[in-house]
DNA sequence: AATAATTATTCCATATATGGGAAAATAGAT
DNA sequence: ATCTATTTTCCCATATATGGAATAATTATT
């Protein structure tokens, strides 16, 4: 059996003080538990590493040889330590974010650059996937998620809710006309987010009606950014994020359709795994997130 | 506090194993107290250093920094450790033996070239004093010392008996005859051991009558190899130790004075600070010297 | 020379840790 | 769908460690 590392350490700090008291009071252990502690590693090793009496202590051969290499052992362990707590105080290393696609350039850029403004010893690594991660095997500090979340072992933290937006171009509607209802989507062209195998639905609600309709997109892709910019080119009507399209809307270049019929709201939030023992950085970001995301998208909220 | 390094021990070996359960079984610790173990040195350090669930472990950022110094450190304590074993497997290194002055040439030099004649790799160092040695301050392994132990946390393992034996020059006896009495002895020449502050006293039994005499010698000197060679040469009388003299009276260079009174038998005693770890040569050397002692020196007994 | 202070060891009542097993949840293999 | 393996957490009887006191020895002080 190996000996008992923590016995070895007070071995080690008995021959830097020269003395089993002045040990013991320097690391608040009782003499007793250091004259045990020792007599129990040479037991185990079946060596005398000291010669002592009252008053008198002496490494033996041996004992010098095996402290040299003691020293130098928990010398490397202590400075491991002392890396860790140093590297938690000074708030640096590389933060992996997970985001899902479209909201990286308009809400966590932005995001990320201020938060690296304020801590500039931060390496940021962000990966735009639309799969619900893995936190171990990806290898993700902190995934940004829509809607709710499902993993019971996570801890999702919400950031803001807002809600999806029927948007198009005015130039489409001088064309084709204002659909009046929900089951006339089907017969104008939509441009869609995702489609890869399967038609899109939208799910609409007035009131407390509740309309489902399913359409099949001209153009499809799985990226807010190029959806936006077929929309504002007039290629069809879109459901898009407030968050992206806000500023759209704002500026004219896009207007809603059928503004009554509104798309639940979701929520974006901040997914991590778990709180106990979080990484300084993650815990920082996290806090970040919370305190700046409505500042930074003030299109939430519409 | 410094955290529990038997549990950093228990994290290096999860790391190694990529597995709490092949750690467990490998190290024949049982798999709740392994994941209780790493928890806890998460917490102390206030990092965590795994993420983890069935089936998938991988260090964080922090915890492959850690547990690179971790391992370093382990590796040269568990090297100090193996030397140990190792050293104490081949019979290597320094004994250290405190000898009084006028046994070490002729007894314990051909001892201890016997010894290492059967272990090549041990040296020997002999500290040739009249002190009783201080074990731990003057850094002595193993004692050859005249006499009864008074040190109670030292154990005494007698080797020979013998005595001392009043000795003259046949030429010194043609000059000056032979004394008949003890009392006569202060009138005679006389060589004695010692005598730096104080004369010197010897105390001799005949039957059970006891008769102890002060005397003066006109040579003194702490060597009996010295009182040998002027006893030789017919400068006097002189009280020798058998194991030094039986050579010479063998010879008929020199011959025993009032062979019916007689020194008090003394013993030749190896003495070291307990059994308890003894280093295996200072162990070896101690047995040895009880099975080789009589057969090189039979003047023991006289 | 006597006394006081300090040191190291040992013992034991008490405190704490451990081992082992079970349960629950997850994930990969069959 | 089922089986097997892994990890975490909890529980508790038992084992072990601990802290304080007593003891003996040594050195410093008076």
Known sequence: MSPDLNAMALFVRVVEHQSFSAASRRLGVPISTVSRKVAELE???????????????????????YYAYC???????????????ERQAEISGTLRLSVPPGLADRLIVPLVS??????????????ITEREVDFIQDAVDLALRVGELKDSN????????????????PAYLDAFGMPEHPRDLPTHRM???GGWFDDVSLKLVRNSSVHT??????????????????????????????IICGEALRDGRLVEVMPDWRFPSTSLSAVYPGNRNLSRI?????DYCVEQVNVLSPYAGI
Chains 1, 2 share one sequence.
């Open 71 to 85: 020293r130098r052992g928990l010398e490397e362990i202590e400075t491991g330590t002392l890396m860790l707590s």
């Open 282 to 286: 993650v815990r920082l970001f996290k």
């Open 114 to 127: 201020a938060f690296q403004a304020e801590y500039a010893a931060v390496t940021v690594r962000i990966l």
């Open 43 to 65: 037991k185990a090793l079946g060596v005398r590493l000291l010669e002592r009496s009252t008053r008198k202590l002496r490494l033996t051969e041996l004992g010098q040889d």
């Open 191 to 193: 441009i869609t987010f």
């Open 213 to 242: 309709v399913k359409v099949e997109g001209v153009l499809a892709l799985n990226d807010y950014a190029g959806v936006l910019c077929a929309t504002e080119a007039g290629q069809g009507i879109a459901e898009i994020p407030s």
């Open 154 to 169: 996570l801890v999702a933290r919400p950031l803001i809710r807002y809600r999806h937006i029927l948007v198009v171009a």
